[in-house]
């Protein structure tokens, strides 16, 4: 049987092991399935990553704008929900929260009114 070799990996593996360009046709990419695979899991976590800072983002400033408790419980409980849960949420925050501050300027001032804007509906 044919045998190719993987860009990625640099090893010489049996056709089969690589995937069709399209389906139906006997030509094959020049990545096989494993180096593929891990690529598409990177891609994924970009990915992921990319929209947990955006939704944080968003959470954030909804909290700044809440004008009661109720709101900033509201917004809470959605952030809590879109994340999977607290733990989740304070992961994606402490990871945004670090990046911002290594940016500096004003990155890290949306966190800070988004805490106060917490402590004050938790003291009310």
Same mark, same amino acid.
């Given at each position: #049987? +044919?045998k190719? *070799?993987c860009?990625?990996? @640099?090893?010489k =593996?049996?056709? &089969?092991?690589f995937?069709?360009? +399209?389906?139906?046709?006997?030509?094959r990419?020049?990545?096989?399935? !494993?180096?593929?695979?891990?690529? /598409?899991?990177?891609?994924?976590?970009i990915?992921?990553?990319? =929209?947990? %800072?955006?939704?944080? $983002?968003?959470g #954030? !400033?909804?909290? +700044? %704008?809440? =004008? !009661?408790? %109720?709101?900033v419980?509201a917004v809470?409980a959605?952030? *809590?929900?879109k994340?999977?849960g *607290?733990n %989740?949420?304070? /992961? $994606?925050? =402490? &990871?945004?929260?670090?990046r &911002?501050?290594?940016? @500096?300027?004003?990155? @890290? #001032?949306?966190?800070?009114?988004?805490?106060i804007?917490?402590?004050?509906?938790c003291? !009310?």
């Amino acid at each position: #049987m +044919k045998k190719l *070799i993987c860009r990625d990996c @640099g090893v010489k =593996k049996e056709l &089969d092991e690589f995937r069709r360009r +399209k389906r139906g046709s006997e030509v094959r990419t020049h990545q096989c399935h !494993s180096c593929h695979a891990a690529e /598409e899991r990177i891609r994924s976590r970009i990915r992921r990553a990319k =929209k947990d %800072r955006s939704i944080a $983002v968003q959470g #954030m !400033s909804a909290l +700044k %704008r809440a =004008k !009661s408790a %109720r709101q900033v419980e509201a917004v809470c409980a959605t952030m *809590i929900e879109k994340f999977g849960g *607290i733990n %989740r949420l304070c /992961e $994606v925050w =402490k &990871d945004l929260l670090a990046r &911002d501050l290594k940016r @500096g300027g004003l990155a @890290g #001032m949306r966190h800070m009114e988004a805490v106060i804007r917490l402590l004050h509906y938790c003291d !009310s």
